[in-house]
C-alpha cells in the first residue's frame, strides 16, 4: 500500500507546482493526503476491498494532517514540522482503521 501512496504522490506532484510555494502549508498538505489517498484508493479497490473500508483509510491519511492545523496556526508548529508530522502520524492512523476492520485485512484477496 506505501507504494501505491508514492506512486500517487509522484502522479499528482504536478498540482503541488500548480498551487507554487506562495501556497499555505495547509493547502499542500491536503493535496499531499489526496495524491496518497489516490493511489492508496486505486490498489485498495483493485485488491476488492469494500468501499467503507478504502472511505475509512481516506479519512485516516487526511485526518493526520487536519489534526495538526491548529497548532500550526498557533504557531506551535512549523509548515516542514506539519509536513514531517502529518505523514508520520499517517500509519498509526490507518493502524486504527485497519484495526476497526481487521476481518477484512487480514484474509486474502
Known amino acids: 500500500m506505501l507504494l501505491a501512496m508514492l506512486a500517487g504522490m509522484a502522479v499528482f ?13 495547509e ?10 489517498t ?5 490498489w485498495m479497490a483493485w ?3 469494500s468501499w467503507p ?8 491519511m487526511y485526518l493526520a494532517f487536519v489534526v495538526l492545523f491548529p497548532p500550526l496556526w498557533l504557531g506551535l508548529l512549523s509548515g516542514d514540522g506539519l ?3 502529518g505523514h508520520v502520524l499517517m500509519l ?3 493502524a486504527v482503521a485497519m484495526l476497526h476492520r481487521r476481518e477484512e485485512y487480514v484474509g486474502a484477496h
Open 53 to 60: 473500508a478504502i472511505a475509512e483509510m481516506g479519512l485516516a
Open 47 to 49: 485488491r476488492r476491498h
Open 83 to 85: 509536513m514531517l508530522a
Open 13 to 25: 506532484a504536478p498540482l503541488s507546482m500548480l498551487v507554487g510555494d506562495d501556497a499555505h502549508v
Open 27 to 36: 493547502v499542500h498538505a491536503l493535496l499531499m493526503a489526496t495524491s496518497m
Open 92 to 94: 498509526p492512523a490507518m
Open 38 to 42: 489516490a493511489g492508496m484508493t486505486a
